[in-house]
């Protein structure tokens, strides 16, 4: 886990980092992040609880407590990824523990765009490739790189074809996938918006 | 696609922009902000280095967690005291003007802003919680939006949004004595369906609502989302304006009477254009009660719990899931189902106009033995202006817990809360499984009149047999 967060921003296109494995289907919200953590007031506490009840159960041997993948970003699983309630409480976790990316077989769909919009691009990979990386992690710890833009991930000794919903792609191509930054862009014709309605002036906050 | 209604006029006045993905820019002109959606919004800001854009454009207030019984500080429990610390702390870095306990002027969101005449016509309004549709009842536009959204409109004053379509709901005729908007809603909801209304707005029309007072459109507006519709309004008229008269943040001298311009000049034209139509007869309306477990479950109260056969086969898993859980069979009468609580409050019903009708029912008399039975103000005005008139002593004279202002057992994120399978007479919105505090606890809704015959007679009963009295 990073010690200091800082969200992504703007147009994303490139991520890279180690990667750590997450092995077993349908890992639901509640075992990503458990459902006491939501009467929080911000996200910031979430990184260090992400998978709690997992890691205590398995007394230091997750893979998320693994030494070798304290700096890891890229994270990969296997089916049905993120299951469970519509909580944006799960992605955020993974964000502020340091996942950029994730590759699995497949996504929950609320999971999915919960993470589109705090900028977590999920790729999938077909099953057996999935184990392959996990497997291969499992032995060293891989370095990947992921082109956004040509949908590859490449690393020292292997370059694969990934998946994404192309409009998703284009999201964070473009930079729109982050919404307050869209908005902010039109900044000079809010002000005008503001100056320009008639009630301004009626109610005074 | 729907033209020149009041919802066409008010989101065309918003437009910013058409944004590349194919939605709308839209300015929010009030933006109302509490301690349960905000937190993670303004440490979003943080995240990002953003400053509140408009810190003007928003006021808070505390509701949701606040205990009704001691209100001091600290609170008792440790995170609804974190969570209170938490936004006067970030209302005081982006000054943000706060409502507080202690004010005057603190209590449910919903209530607060009609009654500080913060809420007017002509108006976007947003605040992170869905029942914002209530504050449609003064004519403007008025959702409830997320936390990524409560962000948005932090840093930019806008939000990314598609259009809705606008469904009008005509009530004609007027409703007849001892039935009230919280009947007519919940009739409409049950007709038209819980899902009815996504992706429209919905516009209340008719001479019904012509006839109904400014709380009584606000109870209309607010459950327009318990049918689905992000956003229900009225078209403004001179007991909209009447309402807002020298309220704290109205406009006075000139600005009021050009703001009285402006606003009368907001109205859906006679022949605007509607996606859709539908009329109801508002005086065959009954007192109506919730018997399941969605606010579209309800029937009169001389009527049966409806059998599966009567319902579409879209209703019938969903009917099936609530005779279970409420313990009812199909067939049954609603009158007489015995209660255990009997709660009045909410942003539905918890304004001064809903505890002058309940206490009017309850003077004179007490409250059932066994059943546990308070009132919830909606606001301190509401309190204040209670005690003035001496309601608050016709509810404890009668039985009633006389209880702080807050949300409260309407969701049951503070003590308040149902334990087991107690079923509760509710004036609140919503009856969904362990909604009020229980995971087993049923929730029957009604209007407030109702809820005191309830506390009476220990059971659901017609609260017209009290008032022809
Ligand atoms: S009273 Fe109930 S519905 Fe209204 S804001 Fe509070 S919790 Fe939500």
Redesign the interface.
């Known amino acids: 886990m990073k010690s200091e967060?800082?969200?992504p921003?703007g147009k994303i296109s490139h991520i890279s980092g180690k990667c750590v494995s997450l092995i077993g289907n349908d890992i639901d919200t509640d075992r990503i992040i458990p459902a006491r953590f939501l009467?929080?007031?911000?996200?910031?506490s979430l990184g260090k609880s992400v998978f709690e009840d997992d890691r205590k159960t398995l007394k230091g041997s997750h893979p998320f407590d693994l030494t070798e993948n304290q700096d890891a970003s890229i994270l990969i699983v296997n089916s049905n990824f993120g299951c469970g309630s519509s909580r944006?409480h799960a992605p955020q976790a993974l964000i502020r523990w340091g996942i950029r990316a994730i590759i699995g077989e497949s996504f929950a769909e609320i999971f999915y765009s919960n993470c589109i919009?705090i900028g977590i691009p999920c790729f999938t990979l077909p099953k057996k490739l999935i184990q392959n990386i996990q497997k291969f992690n499992n032995s060293k710890s891989l370095f990947l790189e992921i082109d956004l833009k040509n949908c590859v991930v490449k690393s020292e000794d292997l370059s694969l074809n990934l998946e994404i919903k192309e409009s998703s792609k284009k999201?964070f191509l473009?930079g729109?996938w982050d919404?307050?930054a869209?908005?902010?862009e039109?900044?000079s014709?809010?002000d005008k918006?503001?100056k320009a309605?008639?009630?301004?002036?009626?109610?005074?906050? | 696609m729907s033209q020149d209604t009041l919802f066409d006029k008010v989101w065309d006045l918003h437009k910013v922009s058409r944004l590349p993905g194919g939605s709308d820019q839209i300015f929010i002109g009030l933006h109302l902000i509490h301690e349960v959606t905000s937190p993670q919004a303004f440490g979003a800001l943080r995240d990002k280095n953003l400053k509140v854009k408009f810190p003007d454009r928003t006021v808070a207030t505390v509701d949701h967690i606040v205990p009704t019984d001691n209100q001091s500080r600290p609170f008792k429990d440790n995170l609804a005291e974190q969570m209170i610390e938490t936004l006067e702390k970030n209302c005081l870095e982006n000054e943000i003007r706060f409502f507080n306990i202690g004010s005057g002027n603190q209590g449910i969101v919903h209530v607060v802003a009609p009654e500080l005449g913060l809420t007017q016509p002509g108006m976007t309004i947003a605040c992170g919680d869905s029942h914002t549709s209530t504050h449609g009842a003064f004519g403007s536009i008025a959702f409830g939006i997320g936390t990524s959204q409560v962000r948005d409109v932090l840093a930019t004053q806008t939000i990314a949004m598609n259009k809705l379509k606008v469904r009008q709901i005509w009530c004609d005729n007027k409703l007849s004595k001892g039935v009230y908007a919280k009947d007519l809603v919940l009739h409409v909801i049950n007709k038209l369906g819980v899902k009815a209304g996504v992706g429209f707005a919905y516009e209340f029309a008719g001479p019904a609502i012509d006839e109904l007072s400014m709380e009584e459109r606000m109870t209309i507006c607010n459950m327009s989302i318990e049918g689905g519709a992000r956003c229900g309004y009225i078209n403004p008229d001179e007991k909209t304006f009447n309402y807002i008269k020298n309220k704290l943040c109205a406009p006075k001298n000139e600005t009021w009477d050009e703001a009285l311009v402006w606003w009368k000049s907001l109205k859906s034209d006679s022949n605007s254009i509607y996606d859709d139509v539908i009329k109801f007869d508002a005086s065959k309306v009954e007192p109506t009660i919730t018997w399941g477990i969605t606010p579209g479950q309800s029937v009169g109260i001389n009527q049966q719990i409806p059998f599966l056969e009567e319902l579409s086969p879209n209703d019938q898993l969903v009917a099936e899931e609530a005779y279970e859980y409420m313990g009812f069979k199909p067939g049954q009468s609603i009158k007489n189902t015995p209660v255990d609580v009997c709660f009045i409050g909410s942003c539905t019903n918890g304004r001064i106009s809903d505890l002058r009708v309940a206490a009017k029912v309850l003077k004179d008399k007490k409250v059932s033995n066994n059943i546990k039975a308070f009132v919830v103000p909606g606001s301190e005005k509401v309190a204040t202006e209670a005690k003035q008139e001496g309601l608050d002593k016709i509810f404890k004279d009668s039985g009633f817990q006389w209880r702080e202002p807050g949300c409260s057992m309407c969701l049951a994120m503070n003590s308040d809360k149902l334990i087991g399978n107690q079923v509760s007479a509710s004036s609140s919105n919503r009856n969904f499984k362990g909604r009020q505090g229980s995971p087993n606890g049923r929730t029957l809704l009604m209007s407030p009149a109702m809820v005191a015959a309830a506390a009476i007679n220990g059971k659901v009963s017609d609260v017209r047999e009290f008032i022809n009295q």
């Open positions: 967060f800082t969200p921003v009467k929080c007031v911000n996200f910031d944006e919009a999201m473009s729109e919404a307050t869209t908005l902010l039109n900044s014709l809010v918006k503001f309605l008639p009630y301004i002036k009626f109610c005074r906050v």
